[in-house]
Structures are given as C-alpha cells and as structure tokens.
C-alpha cells in the first residue's frame, strides 16, 4: 500500500468516450478500482452519470465503499439522452439524492461544483452543499473548472476545501489558480496528465511509455499540486503510473522530453 501517492482514478476510466481504449469490462473495473484501492489510490472522480452507475455497482459488487473517497460532479442525466454524456447543470434540491443513488452510496467524499459565470447562482448552490456538507451527506465540497478570480467571489463561511482543474505540461493556466488556492488553505486537483488518452496515442508506440510517464511526473512533483485525477481503462496502468510516478522530479534530460512532447503534440 502506498500512502504518498497522489494519483487518483479519473472518472473517464469507466467509459467508453473521451479514450481510445474501448470501454473496460465490467471484470476490468473491478480489477482497476482494485488495483488503485490495493495500493493507496483511493480518489475515484466521477463525471458523468454514466460512471457514478458503474463505479456504484463495482464498489458494490467489491463491498470496498468505505475504501474509497468518492468524487461526484454536477453532470446528470437528461431524459431522453440516456447514452449521452451531458453539459453540466447547477445543482437543485434533488441533485444530491440522485448522485447518492446512482452510487449506491450514503454520502460523497467530495461534492464538486462545476463553476460558471451566474455568482448568484453559484452562491446558491454552494449554500446548498453547505446544508448537505451539516448534514454529513457530503464530507467536502469543491470548485470543479475553478478559475483564479472564483476564488475572490466565494461568500464568507463557504465551504470549498478543494479545487480541481484540468492542468498538464500542455495547459498550465491553473497554475495561479493553485497557488492562491494553497495560500488561502485548500488543497489542490490536477486533472488530465495527457490531456487525453488520445493525444499519447498520436506517438510511435515504442515512445508511448516513457512520454506517459514523463508528462505524469511533470504534474505529480508539483508543489501546488496535491492530487492528480487520471484515468486508466487497463489495470495494468495503476502499477504502471504509480511506478512512473515514485521516479521523482524529472532530470534535465527529461524536461528536454516535455518541451519537444509539448511542442510536436500541440
Ligand atoms: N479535463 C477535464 O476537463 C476534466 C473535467 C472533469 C473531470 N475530469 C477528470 O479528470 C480525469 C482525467 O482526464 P482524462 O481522462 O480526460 O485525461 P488523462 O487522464 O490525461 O488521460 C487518460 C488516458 O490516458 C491513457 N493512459 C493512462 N495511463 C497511461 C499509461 N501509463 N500509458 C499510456 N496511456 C495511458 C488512457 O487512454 P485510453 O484509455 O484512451 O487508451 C487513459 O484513458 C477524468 O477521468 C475525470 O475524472 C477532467
């Protein structure tokens, strides 16, 4: 078990969109949810309501829920378009009872807000986590998409613990978002190591590996950085990333390899 790492298990992993693996059977789920859960990755990020049923029924299936700190966005199913993966959409009254459901789970770890440009009804809705959050349905409550200058809009007593944003050697804008956010105390979610799957694929399959691996330490030796959500539709790569990972800050050698990475796959 490892208790350092700061890898965590990107939603994505449980579909079939957004990759280029196909979707992972549901044998395999339960073999990469066991393979992060066996070796201290314990976040599991869920998106869309597509994953929120599959990670609700291998946990299930595995009896390891308390195991696990659970991640949900406000990303809900919209009738009609059950096989589509949707916009997000503010969360109601009712919004935290179906994520819960859909889960088959009593509480969240971690209630994420997809942040938007409404901050009166961003307000709103972080009012209404703060009620889920007393009531211990919710244990933390985060700013999902945040940018910089959310984080001067927040209402006094509110109740964000965490910020998640996509950020790689590729996109690094939230950079400043990060380090304020470490100023005022919250902890910090790197999300997309690669951007996507996809864009590893692009590379000869003989340079797959080691530019993986590089781009992963890129955001994973980062001081503002505290977690990194990626997915992994092989249980093979939990071993793999983690691996990858305890190599430690890059050589000068291989931030060489990031620099040419970013620019040949930009
Ligand atoms: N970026 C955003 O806007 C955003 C928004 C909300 C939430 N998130 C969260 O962030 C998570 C991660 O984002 P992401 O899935 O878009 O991007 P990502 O983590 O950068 O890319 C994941 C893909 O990289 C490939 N991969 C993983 N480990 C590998 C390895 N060792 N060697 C080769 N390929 C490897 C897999 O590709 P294939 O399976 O495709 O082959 C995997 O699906 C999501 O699952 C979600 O939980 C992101």
């Not at 179906?98 to 770890?109: C, G, P, R, Y």
């Not at 790569?237 to 970013?262: C, D, F, I, K, Y």
Request: some cysteine; aromatic content about 8%; proline content about 3%.
């Amino acid at each position: 078990m490892n208790n350092n790492t700061k890898l965590g298990l990107g939603g994505h992993s449980f579909i079939g969109e957004l990759g280029n693996d196909p979707e992972a059977s549901f044998d395999e789920q339960c073999a990469i949810v066991s393979a992060c859960l066996d070796n201290g990755v314990v976040w599991i990020d869920t998106t869309y309501y597509q994953e929120r049923f599959a990670l609700g029924k291998v946990l299930q299936h595995l009896g390891r829920r308390s195991e696990a700190r659970i991640t949900a966005w406000n990303f809900f199913r919209e009738p009609g378009n059950d096989d589509r993966l949707t916009g997000f959409a503010p969360y109601t009254l009712d919004s935290l009872g179906v994520q819960l459901a859909e889960l088959q789970t009593d509480f969240l770890d971690l209630l994420v807000i997809h942040s938007h440009d409404d901050v009166e009804l961003l307000r709103r809705e972080i009012e209404l986590a703060s009620i889920w959050r007393a009531a211990g349905w919710v244990r933390e409550v985060g700013l999902g998409m945040a940018r910089r200058e959310d984080l001067e809009n927040l209402p006094a007593g509110h109740p964000i613990t965490r910020v998640l944003a996509p950020y790689n050697a590729f996109n690094v804008q939230a950079a400043n978002l990060f380090r304020e956010a470490k100023v005022r105390g919250m902890d910090t979610i790197a999300m997309s190591p690669f951007v996507r799957g996809w864009n590893l694929d692009r590379l000869e399959a003989d340079r797959k590996p080691a530019a993986a691996a590089t781009l992963l330490r890129w955001v994973t030796t980062q001081e503002i950085v505290d977690t990194v959500f990626v997915s992994m539709r092989r249980a093979e790569w939990v071993g793999t990333n983690l691996a990858a990972e305890m190599q430690g800050p890059l050589s000068a050698e291989e931030s060489s390899l990031v620099r040419e990475l970013t620019d040949s796959l930009k």
